[in-house]
């Protein structure tokens, strides 16, 4: 059974930073790709940053560019998110998610209707 936990998430002011961390097991990692999705209230969910394959090829979305900065352990199973300059519009649940790589869709960009497997998610919030 394939769990993915997230931890890391919290209430930081406008500017401030936060690591995500995300912890996976019982799928084979070489098979998938692996990231974080947020979503905001009101919002559909969407991809803010995946690592695609074992290379640490990575693709991140335009609001996480220059600002989040993914990193991977294959060996601990582990995939966390640096973020730093948070915004208020950075204000979500954010998810960490798996996406087989044969069929990579959700983790470059398309909206997330192929995810294999999900984390229950963690609430980053930010205020001015």
């Known amino acids: 059974e394939a769990h993915l936990v997230e931890s890391g998430g919290g209430s930081v002011q406008v500017g401030g930073s936060l690591r995500l961390s995300c912890v996976f097991s019982g799928f084979a990692f070489d098979d998938f790709a692996v990231g974080w999705f947020r979503q905001a209230p009101g919002k559909e969910r969407e991809v803010v940053s995946c690592?695609?394959?074992?290379?640490?090829?990575?693709y991140y979305a335009e609001p996480a560019k220059d600002r989040f900065s993914i990193s991977y352990n294959w060996h601990k199973k582990t995939v966390d998110l640096q973020m730093n300059g948070l915004r208020p519009d950075d204000t979500a649940v954010y998810y960490c998610?798996?996406?087989?790589?044969?069929?990579?869709?959700?983790?470059?960009?398309?909206?997330?209707?192929?995810?294999?497997?999900w984390g229950k998610g963690t609430l980053v919030l930010v205020s001015s």
């Open positions: 690592v695609l394959n074992n290379d640490g090829n990575s």
């Open positions: 998610a798996a996406e087989l790589r044969s069929k990579i869709s959700a983790c470059v960009g398309n909206p997330a209707d192929n995810i294999f497997y």
